[in-house]
T-cell receptor, first 113, second 113 residues
Framework: EAQVTQNPRYLITVTGKKLTVTCSQN?????MSWYRQDPGLGLRQIYY???????DKGDVPEGYKVSRKEKRNFPLILESPSPNQTSLYFC????????????FGAGTRLSVL | GNSVTQMEGPVTLSEEAFLTINCTYT??????LFWYVQYPGEGLQLLLK?????DKGSNKGFEATYRKETTSFHLEKGSVQVSDSAVYFC????????????FGQGTRLTINP
């Protein structure tokens, strides 16, 4: 089954404790992206990757890191989480050139206390 | 920069009512336009798309027409069902390969039996 898998689905942590949210896709997609969803703001792009070892900032990259060592995986790293990073996070992937048709994971709800 | 504006929610309708969710956009060039739907507890999934002016996207009884003259992409359905209850996002694609999605803020729709 074609899918984008995120883990964990729910996470509660404390300020400053490093965490990683994993994302994996099994569709051989070149493009992967991380979004955060906040009430009244829709989804905003954090980072994206056009292919292995190619990553770039989205609209709200501050406080986040990513890596793309393998085509299928695109982890999101919060080195020192802060309460303003409490949000719902989505990973997405697509075929390059597929004109915005993206496949989303089920989401990770993060609370930073 | 490019942006998408959706009608404020939440929207509550009775089953079999007619649905319109307004969406307007601001963009340079000619972006593709999308409606994504997010069912409770799930990630977003593509509902329909249109890639050029006057195109009509349709799926599951939903329709939207790309109107360049009014920069709009309103979502409509003639007779809604309880199972249509979800959050609906209008989006446009931009950037290299039109990969990046810019989302509206989302409209929560609740259908009562």
């Amino acid at each position: 089954e074609a899918q984008v898998t995120q883990n964990p689905r729910y996470l509660i942590t404390v300020t400053g404790k490093k965490l990683t949210v994993t994302c994996s896709q099994n569709m051989n997609h070149e493009y992967m992206s991380w979004y955060r969803q906040d009430p009244g703001l829709g989804l905003r792009q954090i980072y994206y990757s056009m292919n292995v070892e190619v990553t770039d900032k989205g609209d709200v990259p501050e406080g986040y890191k990513v890596s793309r060592k393998e085509k299928r995986n695109f982890p999101l790293i919060l080195e020192s989480p802060s309460p303003n990073q409490t949000s719902l996070y989505f990973c997405a992937s697509s075929l390059f050139g597929d004109l915005g048709i993206q496949y989303f994971g089920a989401g990770t709800r993060l609370s930073v206390l | 920069g490019n942006s998408v504006t959706q009608m404020e929610g939440p929207v509550t309708l009775s089953e079999e009512a007619f649905l319109t969710i307004n969406c307007t956009y601001t963009a340079t060039g000619y972006p593709s336009l999308f409606w994504y739907v997010q069912y409770p507890g799930e990630g977003l999934q593509l509902l329909l798309k249109a890639t050029k002016a006057d195109d009509k996207g349709s799926n599951k009884g939903f329709e939207a027409t790309y109107r360049k003259e009014t920069t709009s992409f309103h979502l409509e359905k003639g007779s809604v069902q309880v199972s249509d209850s979800a959050v609906y996002f209008c989006a446009l694609s931009e950037g290299k390969g039109a990969q990046k999605l810019v989302f509206g803020q989302g409209t929560r729709l609740t259908i009562n039996p």
